[in-house]
């Protein structure tokens, strides 16, 4: 369950936005919302001064009294998340939205953002005193324990609830009758996402296949996954080395040039990481073929060839990857990632602009909306009445005044989202060589350490034996069922 702490701010209101509003901590200000005002710094303190002077008649940067208690401007309340909760950001903003909705209504004037800058997720809510209907907000122990339970009620609706320790508690006859026959849900998922490389263009995709499938995903710090008719969740690092997300990303990068990995013409180029991930490659071979490595295959229906061999798959797809980029030395390597990390900042900088902006210009097409929407009724409430001369505040201090104006804004938006498109991709990319170009330097330090291929081959026999311990307690399962079974009615 998620920590929930409130404070109340006196002066300093729009340091305070700017502060949780900042793009580097939001991700681009990807998780920044907002209601009854807008998104960002300027405009939201600009509409919570109007708000608060409207009903208190008092100044909204007064100076503090010299004595006595000082009048409260916003509450700030943080929504923390443990690391152990396994919430992901878009997860942690959705619940703090609706934790805001559920514990002020509609009419309250709020900034929400949702900060991925620390171990723990943790999103910040700034809440004006005063909604737009006149209503008060205040801060005490009991108003701060009703937000708290708000906050449990919506978290458990999400599905965060307390860990249990009891591992066999509220299985399913599914969960059992699996664990019965010996079939393994580690392995169910491992068969699943193999056979899904081959046909997907990245990890989104085959998350996104996985999904079709009844299989759900939870995102965070340590992703997990559940099978269709599985109890709990299994984290993708404890079912093997090739299931993390890093993994299956290079597995799919690299699979088309697979067959291109093992040529011999790798020997002849005179290339120093060529020669020694070919000569790898061939050593592996020579094994698998004389039966003397463990048995690692990349598909279970096919008969175990070096070119059905994991560790045959990986070194041969990072051959492949040497040899396309053109790269001869560790040295060259280092060079061309570096200039991968230098692509991958400047388009993180431009992609964060460029959304920062289609956001700002999507929240004011919205209020263009309501604006049309409002003027054109006989009546408003008093909170329609504020809703209106807010956006009529904020229209006018952006120079929107007539319909060319709002056909220029609804331009630039259609031309922003064309072009954060084309660099979100472009940046998955930069993201999956960096990845790759990591995996090459981790093989070449391993193999100039000496005797690769026996530690890698010690490490093919501690996973079986990780492996050959979950058929055990699998077939233990079933003799206890069976067992069970046979035990007299009383």
């Known amino acids: 369950m998620p920590y929930v702490k409130c404070k109340a701010i006196h002066t300093g209101m729009k340091q305070r936005i700017q502060y949780i ?18 998104t960002n710094a300027e405009d939201a303190y600009l509409n919570m001064k109007y708000i608060y002077e409207n009903y208190t008649h008092h100044k909204y940067e007064e100076p503090l009294p010299k004595q006595g208690k000082a009048r409260v401007k916003m509450l700030h309340y943080v929504q923390s998340f443990s690391p152990d909760d396994n919430v992901t950001p878009e997860l942690a903003h959705r619940m703090a939205l609706s934790l805001v909705r559920k514990a002020f209504g509609d009419n309250c004037q709020v900034v929400v953002a949702t900060h991925t800058d620390k171990a723990h ?62 079939t393994s849900w580690k392995e169910q998922i491992r068969r699943e996402i193999d056979t899904l ?37 299994t984290r993708l690092s404890t079912i093997g080395d090739e299931y993390t997300i890093d993994s299956i990303n290079s597995r799919i990068l690299w699979k088309d040039d697979l067959g291109n990995a093992c040529r011999e013409d790798s020997y002849n180029k005179g290339q120093v990481l060529t020669i020694c991930f070919a000569g790898i490659i061939t050593q592996l071979a020579k094994r698998i073929v004389d039966g003397k490595k463990p048995e690692l295959k990349r598909d279970e229906k096919l008969p175990y060839l070096p070119n059905n061999d994991r560790n045959v798959f990986q070194i041969g797809a990072q ?54 929407d409002l003027s054109g009724r006989d009546k408003l409430s008093l909170s329609e009445k504020m809703r209106l001369q807010i956006i009529k505040q904020t229209l006018s201090r952006h120079g929107i005044r007539d319909m060319s104006d709002i056909d220029r804004l609804a331009t630039e938006n259609r031309e922003l989202t064309e072009k ?71």
């Open 21 to 38: 509003l900042n793009p580097e901590k939001t991700e681009g200000m990807f998780f920044c919302n907002s209601l009854n005002c807008f």
């Open 121 to 182: 997720i943790h999103s910040h809510i700034l809440l004006n005193v005063y909604g737009i209907d006149g209503q008060k907000f205040n801060s005490n122990k009991k108003t701060l324990s009703e937000v708290r339970e708000h906050s449990d009620r919506v978290c458990l609706a999400f599905g965060i609830q307390p860990i249990m320790n009891n591992k066999h508690l509220g299985m399913t006859y599914k969960e059992w009758d699996a664990r019965r026959k010996g």
């Open 197 to 233: 490389v081959l046909s997907s263009k990245n990890f989104d995709e085959l998350a996104a296949t996985l999904e079709e499938k009844g299989y759900t995903i939870k995102y965070g710090t340590h992703t997990a996954i559940r099978a269709p008719g599985q109890q709990r969740f």
């Open 319 to 372: 051959l492949a990857l040497i040899n396309r980029m053109n790269i001869h030395s560790i040295g060259e390597l280092e060079a061309i990632s570096e200039e991968t990390d230098e692509k991958i900042r400047r388009l993180t900088e431009e992609f964060n602009a460029l959304n920062a902006r289609h956001s700002e210009l999507d929240k004011l097409l919205q209020q263009i909306e309501l604006y049309d």
């Open 420 to 490: 954060t498109s084309a660099l979100k991709i472009e940046l998955e990319g930069c993201h999956n060589l960096k990845k790759a170009y990591q995996e090459i330097r981790d093989t070449y330090n391993d193999i100039s350490k000496g005797d690769y291929i026996s530690k890698l081959m010690e490490r093919n026999r501690s996973q079986e034996s990780v492996s050959a311990q979950e058929q055990i307690s699998s077939k233990q399962g079933s003799t206890l069922a069976d067992h069970d079974k046979k035990k007299p009615k009383l």
